[in-house]
């Protein structure tokens, strides 16, 4: 029985049975038999579960695409299965040498492909089942709905210290690292010895209550601001009377908590002494990052924490605004920035057309305007020029008023200029730790100066390294463009580009906005196109990665992305140490995840850690966003496969579930 075993194994392996390769299964059976007994391992049919020679086949299929020993490993020490798999494939390369060079080949690679099935042997029987129940849960409708009023009810009827218990054993287990730093270090250095990165986020936050929203009047709810001081915020209740530009960027006081149909955490404004709080987690988090030295380090940072959402508003409406008084606008499509191609102008043409559709700009004003988009006086200037100036020109009030643009406060700038100051002090200490910042992505309405504040921090932080990432949302029917923009702009300041792709977080909410404010919708029409684009966007990325020392973020749990960039790499002949990295959430794509790591390619979980009854939005949003994903394909996969196993493991059996 022995014997079949280590046959099975080399089967399971792909190879070929030779002569050879028997003798040494011979030798390597003697060893292997000996290590296990010395770990008081017992291999023989009863301890292990093995009825018959049928059962052991089975599982050779069962785990042909695991790329680990079969399960009979299940039931050794993680030492010895280690030890025992390296020593099938040791055995294997030195009796045919070119096996490796065939599948390493950047002209013949061999094509990477993800098992459901990739590192559930590794799990134990109580945290395949916790998954499985988990996913049966997140699939009740009537339970995602009603998740904020089951926990109020829950906690009315058990109290607050047996519902906390309850989540700690279940949802925070499987979605949150733990409670404290010192509750995830452990979890932290597990997942270094398996070459898998930890991405820390206090995910604590306040989950105001409407009720609340009158008792609580410097809280900064939603779009812009409270009561107190909205008058310096565009606010109109008829949206006929605003140009259809400036209409994304006007306060609506009937859309004003952002945490409604958000899959992101949501922060509000609460005073800059809290900004300054903020900015310490944000601290701590940089430096616990820093201690995982067998992995690059990554941080995540929330602009929305670190100033208050009223200046991002107001100062997104004029960035916008300004980039479409460009000209040429309609001539920048996608169409034109596929490969980064930017038609050029000429710089006296598109001043003249500015005087011409603006008479108000000043002689002076122009001349300003031509020494910034046209610097080394070619006679030519594009969009690149253009967005370039736009960065400046925002906090310009007289030319921003004579562009017909409502100019910001001066305290709205005070407000953008603090938080660039937290935001490039946690930049500052990230570049001093070798640690990645990455800012994350927010609603588009708050987008375009969050993308000012990341340009400028990568501008002052990434001359020869990416400290700083951008995040693209590729359900954004504008990414790849952007994405485009940005690349170039890198390019031509010198400057390494880092981005994170991601599909995106707040998509009910900008649909529903869209459509409640009589706006175009500034999501994909459907989620192919969304993965159409993300794949774009991974492509346009490994080439930047491979031809000028940018890093990418692969930040996803779809297996067919995660497929497409890894075959791209190894047709490029990119190796998995070369710049990119690719992340998913603790607790979800742990498969993707497994099957990336067991391939050495640079793997992430994101791990958000904080009290239970501080994580409690957080763990709803989880619930929310598997529920999105429970008619899929992958899910009902995942599912079937956990019943499987949780089946064979309570059975030891191969009888298959109906």
């Known amino acids: 029985m022995s014997m079949y075993l280590h046959i099975s194994m080399l089967r399971c392996f792909g190879t070929s049975m030779k002569s050879t390769h028997l003798n040494q299964i011979r030798s390597l059976h003697g060893s292997v038999t000996k290590s296990c007994v010395q770990r008081s391992i017992h291999l023989s049919p009863g301890s292990i579960g093995i009825s018959s020679k049928k059962r052991l086949y089975k599982n050779e299929i069962l785990l042909a695409q695991r790329r680990i020993a079969p399960g009979w490993l299940y039931y050794t020490t993680a030492s010895a299965r280690k030890e025992q798999a390296a020593a099938v494939v040791n055995a294997v390369e030195v009796d045919n040498p070119t096996n490796t060079a065939e599948h390493s080949s950047p002209e013949d690679p061999a094509k990477f492909s993800i098992a459901i099935t990739e590192g559930v042997l590794e799990k134990s029987s109580y945290v395949l089942l916790r998954s499985f129940v988990l996913l049966q849960v997140c699939g009740l409708p009537v339970i995602v709905r009603n998740a904020r009023k089951l926990l109020n009810f829950s906690k009315k009827s058990l109290g607050p210290e047996i519902t906390n218990f309850l989540l700690t054993k279940s949802f925070a287990a499987q979605f949150t690292g733990g409670e404290t730093l010192e509750d995830v270090a452990p979890l932290i250095e597990k997942m270094n010895r398996k070459g898998i990165g930890a991405i820390l986020d206090y995910v604590a936050e306040a989950d105001i209550e409407q009720d609340d929203i009158e008792s609580k009047p410097n809280v900064v709810k939603g779009d812009a601001v409270s009561s107190m001081d909205v008058s310096s915020v565009l606010e109109t209740t008829n949206i006929d009377d605003v140009a259809k530009e400036e209409v994304p960027f006007m306060l609506n006081r009937t859309m004003l908590d952002r945490r409604e149909g958000a899959l992101a955490k949501t922060y509000f404004y609460e005073g800059e002494d809290v900004c300054d709080a903020n900015m310490e987690v944000c601290k701590t988090a940089i430096r616990a990052a820093s201690t995982q030295t067998s992995v690059t380090p990554f941080a995540a940072v929330k602009v929305t924490a670190l100033l208050r959402p009223q200046a991002l508003l107001s100062a997104s409406r004029v960035v916008h605004l300004l980039r479409h008084s460009y000209p040429r606008f309609g001539a920048v499509d996608l169409d034109t920035l596929r490969h980064q191609r930017f038609t050029k102008s000429n710089t006296r043409d598109i001043l003249d057309e500015i005087k011409k559709k603006y008479p108000d700009v000043s002689p002076e004003q122009l001349d300003h305007m031509a020494r910034t988009i046209d610097p080394d006086n070619t006679g030519d200037t594009d969009y690149i020029d253009w967005t370039v100036f736009c960065s400046q020109a925002w906090r310009d009030q007289a030319l921003t008023a004579a562009l017909e643009c409502e100019p910001v406060t001066d305290d709205e700038m005070r407000q953008v200029d603090q938080g660039m100051e937290r935001a490039s002090t946690l930049a500052a200490l990230a570049q001093e730790h070798g640690v990645r910042m990455m800012v994350d992505a927010e609603q588009t309405y708050f987008q375009r100066t969050i993308d000012l504040i990341v340009m400028q921090l990568q501008l002052d932080f990434n001359a020869s390294t990416p400290v700083v990432y951008n995040t ?24 390494k580009s880092g981005y994170k792709l991601v599909r995106g977080a707040y998509i009910t909410q900008e649909k529903d906005r869209a459509e409640h404010m009589n706006y175009p919708d500034p999501i994909n029409p459907s989620y192919e196109a969304t993965s159409t684009q993300y794949n ?6 490994l080439a930047a990665v491979d031809s000028d020392g940018a ?17 791209k790499m190894r047709q490029m002949g990119m190796a998995p140490s070369s710049g990119v990295f690719f992340g998913q959430l603790l607790g979800m794509a742990d498969h993707v995840t497994a099957a990336l790591s067991s391939n050495d390619y640079q793997t992430y979980k994101y791990m958000p850690y904080g009290p239970v009854d501080e994580t409690i939005a957080y763990l709803i949003r989880r619930v929310e966003e598997n529920s999105t994903m429970m008619g899929g394909d992958p899910v009902r996969a995942e599912k079937h496969m956990l019943r499987q196993e949780l089946y064979r493991r309570l059975t030891d059996t191969d009888l298959v579930m109906p």
Do not use: F, W
């Not at 693209?472 to 400057?495: F, N, P, W």
């Open 536 to 541: 774009n966007c991974v492509r346009d990325m």
């Open 551 to 567: 890093e990418v973020m692969v930040a996803t749990h779809n297996a067919q992305s995660v497929e497409l960039a890894v075959n």
């Open 472 to 495: 693209m949302q590729c359900y954004l029917s504008d990414a790849r463009q952007r994405l485009h923009i940005d690349l170039e702009t890198h390019k031509r300041m010198g400057v």
